[in-house]
C-alpha cells in the first residue's frame, strides 16, 4: 500500500502559524524527495516548498520563503511545513505529494495525499 495522508491545517488569524504533517507510507516516504503543494478554489495547483531524500536539501517557493519551513523525520515516515506569519492569500487546500525519483531536476511526483484544508482570515 502506498499512502499520504495531511493533517493540521485550519482556521487561523493572519500573522499566526500552522504547522502541518503528512504521514506516509515507507513505500512511498523511503528515497523519495517529499513536496508540499497548494490550491486555492478556481486556480491551479502550484509548487510550495520540497525536501530532498538525500542530503533533505530544501527548496521553496518566492511566495513562501522565510516563512515557511519544510522537514522530514525519516523514523517515522512524516514531512512537515511549519508556515509563519500567514497571510489570507496562503489559504489553500496543502497537498503532499512523493518523487520516488528524488528529483534534482524535473520532478516526478508519483504519490498524493488528499489535502488539508488552510484558511488564514484578515
Known amino acids: 500500500q502506498v499512502h499520504l495522508v495531511e493533517s493540521g491545517g485550519g482556521l487561523v488569524q493572519a500573522g499566526g502559524s500552522l504547522r502541518l504533517s503528512c504521514a506516509a507510507s515507507r513505500r512511498a516516504f523511503s528515497s523519495s524527495a517529499m513536496g508540499w503543494f497548494r490550491q486555492a478554489p478556481g486556480k491551479e495547483r502550484e509548487f510550495v516548498a520540497v525536501i530532498r531524500w538525500n542530503g533533505g536539501r530544501t527548496y521553496y517557493a518566492d511566495s513562501v520563503k522565510g516563512r515557511f519551513t519544510i522537514s522530514r523525520d525519516n523514523a517515522k515516515n512524516t514531512v512537515y511545513l511549519q508556515m509563519n506569519s500567514l497571510r489570507p492569500e496562503d489559504t489553500a487546500v496543502y497537498f503532499c505529494?512523493?518523487?520516488?525519483?528524488?528529483?534534482?531536476?524535473?520532478?516526478?511526483?508519483?504519490?498524493w495525499g488528499q489535502g488539508t484544508q488552510v484558511t488564514v482570515s484578515s
Open positions: 505529494a512523493a518523487d520516488p525519483l528524488d528529483s534534482y531536476g524535473t520532478p516526478a511526483y508519483a504519490y
